[in-house]
């Protein structure tokens, strides 16, 4: 069987290029060779768009000559001018002109990369930019026919695709019948799966506010854009038939960062241009420091034959282009340094691209290079191999900045289960956590409190099963506890079991003590106080809400209503700072897989009426009633449902027995709004059992 082998010089176009070329050939009964040496047939994609590129392969003429007198055919093909196709004749066996690869956009590639695909919308360029060779090596501008794209889209994700980037020479001019650039985008972000856009290269003259609309509204669509500029002087972008101004491309900067604030650009720049005095040239440093770019691509000016601009006097000394470069570079270093500072601290996602010894490396939605600490945390789970990462997404904190990347650790993977009282959440973080070797980290408001027990359905030893479980029995009923001081005690819980190589799992049904662990909210650190809160104990929830929302109407919109601790917390700490409560900050600490069980509506009055029977068994009344000698009804942990409820004077049976029905009552309510709550939160993945729950924990620790 031969064998055939392709080298690749120049852009993604190329590369894109090379995937379809290896599916025509293999069609034609040709495999791949591992080694260039084994090859029978030898493809050279190459660019003569740079002058760098052409020195490279020309580099490599004897090799190539050495490997064609041993019998292998070698071919030449991609953007070559002319005058390069004059001088390869005399080389290579053959001289493949790209623009007759007929309908070879549509070939369905073979992908170098597992999980980012090339997909060119178009080929061809009609700005006839004067220094650029591209409309001479690839024709005029062609798009692909949108259902084709869509098609070899779909195709990607389905086989296991992260990132999808569209190419194109100037490729937000696309057009197929009445789908521009912008309805491509929506389209292809309507594609199911979990997958980024990225695209290049555009062309600021055909950049319009429906496409900057398109990338801010579409979800998929990463914060990067290259936005080549080529100079800062309109003297030269006239030369180079360049059809904005300098106030032009600073205006859409203006518009996509209004839109995309936390966009990275890149842009690309060409040094000494025909002509370029040194005033023109501060110009383009004018612009770099006003722009600020996270990232540029700076060519040194070299002639391509054939264009206009290589009749014009190349009147720039080599060692003044370096120069030039060499005084933007030292700019993009600061703007680079400092724009990247704002991610120290934060939490990103990052495509993992590959491991080497012993980090991973990938890129952000924002194109920034990350250098990821891996700790091996769940390698007894067999769920945690770094080569299961690459090709995969996984949520780091950065640690460090530095001027072309950032550094940073993966989050510790943290399950959480949530559900509404008697879902059957506590008997499925068990199980979870005997087949995952985890530990459980109790969410319950109420569960905190010592002699507790019987009313807040505390786990007993017995339920465990030998699961450690934490955060139950460890205030006294008469303390005050506040949501700040769980998420301490919570957070390092969870970094101790993580530490100790297990998973750490959270379960519970208060709502906020979840979410300060799950977001990281910060805490407003006010001490309670005991006078104002028995002063507020005595109204209605009603009376609170009103209360609140006159003072701090913002943090009335998110506050659980109907919940008097949160109300009357909230009122606290407006009436002792003096100002409306902050907007909480959100400073994520681990990488959650957050779980939903949900009693079937038809059970669950029933789960919660026979609960209650057997608390009163069990002798709820005598623990309520041992608790009120001790402490008193008026405490906030005794406004506990299945406690509150025995303050008024129970004597006979029928006093129980109404007390039995409100206690359901209560709870009934109670489990509602917990629903409510956890409803409106989408990141949760609802399962239907412990075989669900199980399949979804795996997954998310074999990808981190």
């Not at 061809?124 to 001479?136: I, K």
Request: with cysteine; net charge positive; aromatic share 8%.
């Amino acid at each position: 069987m031969k064998k055939y082998f392709i080298i690749t010089y120049g852009c993604q176009m190329n590369h894109s290029d090379s995937e379809r070329i290896a599916t025509v050939l293999e069609r034609t009964g040709y495999l791949q060779a591992s080694k260039i040496e084994e090859a029978d047939l030898i493809v050279v994609n190459m660019c003569s768009i740079r002058q760098s590129a052409v020195d490279r392969l020309y580099g490599k003429i004897n090799y190539f000559s050495k490997l064609s007198a041993r019998g292998g055919k070698i071919i030449a093909t991609g953007c070559i001018l002319k005058k390069d196709k004059e001088k390869l004749k005399k080389k290579f066996g053959s001289i493949l002109d790209i623009k007759d690869f007929k309908n070879g956009l549509n070939v369905k590639p073979k992908q170098k990369s597992a999980f980012s695909a090339l997909v060119p919308i178009a080929s061809g360029c009609n700005n006839f930019c004067s220094y650029c060779a591209v409309p001479y090596t690839r024709g005029r501008e062609k798009s692909r026919d949108y259902k084709e794209i869509i098609k070899e889209i779909k195709n990607a994700v389905a086989g296991g695709a992260k990132e999808i980037w569209l190419l194109g020479q100037n490729v937000n001019s696309y057009k197929s019948k009445n789908i521009n650039f912008a309805k491509l985008l929506r389209m292809v972000n309507k594609i199911p799966g979990n997958f980024w856009i990225r695209f290049t290269s555009p062309h600021p003259k055909d950049f319009s506010d429906e496409i900057i609309k398109a990338m801010a509204e579409c979800e998929k669509m990463t914060e990067y854009l290259n936005f080549p500029v080529q100079s800062g002087d309109d003297k030269i972008l006239k030369k180079m038939n360049r059809p904005y101004t300098v106030k032009q491309y600073k205006d859409l900067v203006k518009k996509i960062r209004e839109k995309i604030p936390d966009i990275a650009l890149s842009t690309d720049v060409i040094v000494g241009f025909p002509g370029e005095t040194k005033k023109q040239f501060n110009n383009t440093a004018k612009l770099f420091k006003e722009v600020c770019f996270d990232m540029a691509y700076i060519s040194q000016y070299s002639p391509r034959p054939g264009t206009p601009a290589a009749k014009l006097k190349n009147d720039i000394s080599l060692e003044e282009k370096g120069r030039r470069d060499r005084v933007l570079t030292e700019i993009l270093k600061k703007t680079a340094f400092e724009n990247n500072k704002k991610y120290e601290g934060r939490e990103v996602e990052v495509l993992v691209e590959k491991e080497k010894d012993g980090f991973l490396f990938g890129k952000t939605r924002a194109y920034k290079t990350v250098k990821l600490q891996w700790k091996p945390a769940y390698a007894h789970t067999g769920f945690g191999e770094a080569r299961k990462k690459i090709g995969e997404f996984v949520k780091a904190k950065i640690a460090e900045t530095l001027i072309w990347g950032l550094n940073g650790e993966l989050l510790p993977k943290l399950i959480v289960i949530v559900g509404q009282t008697a879902s059957g959440k506590s008997k499925m973080a068990v199980e979870l956590a005997k087949k995952l070797n985890g530990e459980i980290i109790s969410a319950d408001s109420r569960q905190i409190y010592k002699e507790m027990n019987i009313g807040t359905a505390k786990i007993s030893k017995k339920e465990m099963k030998g699961v450690p479980h934490h955060l139950l029995n460890i205030v006294s009923p008469d303390e005050n506890f506040t949501v700040a001081q769980y998420e301490k005690l919570a957070v390092d819980k969870i970094r101790e079991i993580y530490n100790n190589g297990k998973i750490p799992i959270l379960v519970g049904g208060t709502g906020f003590y979840i979410q300060s662990i799950v977001d990281g909210i910060t805490i407003p650190k006010v001490a309670p106080d005991c006078k104002l809160r028995e002063k507020y104990n005595k109204k209605s929830v009603d009376e609170l809400f009103k209360i609140l929302k006159k003072i701090d109407p913002q943090r009335a919109e998110t506050i659980e209503r109907k919940n008097p601790q949160r109300l009357i917390r909230a009122i606290e700490i407006v009436l002792k700072t003096k100002k409306p409560v902050p907007l909480l900050k959100k400073n994520k600490r681990f990488d959650c897989l957050i779980i939903g069980t949900e009693a079937p509506k038809n059970c669950l009055k029933k789960r919660i009426s026979e609960r209650v029977d057997a608390m009163i068994r069990r002798g709820l009344k005598k623990e309520a009633d041992g608790l009120a000698d001790k402490y008193g009804f008026e405490i906030p942990s005794m406004r506990t449902i299945g406690y509150q409820e025995w303050s008024s004077c129970v004597k006979t049976t029928e006093d129980k027995q109404k007390v039995r029905d409100i206690i359901k009552s209560h709870t009934l309510q109670y489990a509602k709004r917990q629903m409510t709550w956890f409803k409106r939160d989408k990141r949760i993945n609802w399962v239907k059992n412990e075989k669900e729950a199980f399949a979804s924990a795996k997954k998310f620790l074999a990808t981190g």
